[in-house]
T-cell receptor, first 114, second 109 residues
């Protein structure tokens, strides 16, 4: 157990509404990641963070923003949700201080955009 | 691109051995991860190979050939609980982990 929680675990929202997903970790890991998982695509990186206020884009960052004001929290925001953002979102952390080490995943958030 | 290729589905019988193959692009490659993911759950870490060769961890083993861009996950003495998706992921010097689409393994009695 890498001490990662995600909230909410399930959410249904309407197109055009803003949505924020939260990832919380308790073990002071430096790197945090947001992925989405869709059938036929596997896990794809949206954004990641390598420290407080240090973030960078991943493979599928359009339509998403992130913030990390504290070590323990990494927020993913959909400014105006679209149906194409219906997915399962996973947060991950990597071992303290070093990118490239094993990533451990949170339980996931299932998001349905109607 | 950095495509990761693995079979979509495999089936096997309880007690048998199954090998799940994965190929990846070698340019900028650092290491190879295998994850297990049960339906509706998060991926869980199985193995990480950096050097060529076989690494054994109980019933599961993982092999890497860096020059061939090839890895496999070997599952022995299959159990029903091994029915899951197995994700191959390659780590590159871009600090990014690239995942394959996963291999869904069904174990039958």
């Amino acid at each position: 157990d890498a001490g990662i929680t995600q909230s909410p675990r399930h959410k249904v929202t309407e197109t055009g509404t803003p949505v924020t997903l939260r990832c919380h970790q308790t073990e002071n890991h430096r790197y945090m990641y947001w992925y989405r998982q869709d059938p036929g695509h596997g896990l794809r990186l949206i954004h990641y963070s390598y420290g407080v206020k240090d973030t960078d884009k991943g493979e599928v960052s359009d339509g998403y923003s992130v913030s990390r004001s504290k070590t323990e929290d990494f927020l993913l925001t959909l400014e105006s949700a679209t149906s194409s953002q219906t997915s399962v979102y996973f947060c991950a952390i990597s071992d303290p201080g070093r990118a490239g080490e094993t990533q451990y995943f949170g339980p996931g958030t299932r998001l349905l955009v109607l | 691109g950095q495509n990761i290729d693995q079979p979509t589905e495999m089936t096997a019988t309880e007690g048998a051995i199954v090998q799940i193959n994965c190929t990846y692009q070698t340019s900028g490659f650092n290491g190879l991860f295998w994850y297990q993911q049960h339906a509706g759950e998060a991926p869980t870490f199985l193995s990480y190979n950096v050097l060529d060769g076989l690494e054994e961890k109980g019933r599961f083993s993982s092999f890497l050939s860096r020059s061939k861009g090839y890895s496999y996950l070997l599952l022995k003495e299959l159990q029903m609980k091994d029915s899951a998706s197995y994700l191959c992921a390659a780590f590159y010097n871009t600090d990014k982990l690239i995942f394959g689409t996963g291999t869904r393994l069904q174990v039958f009695p």
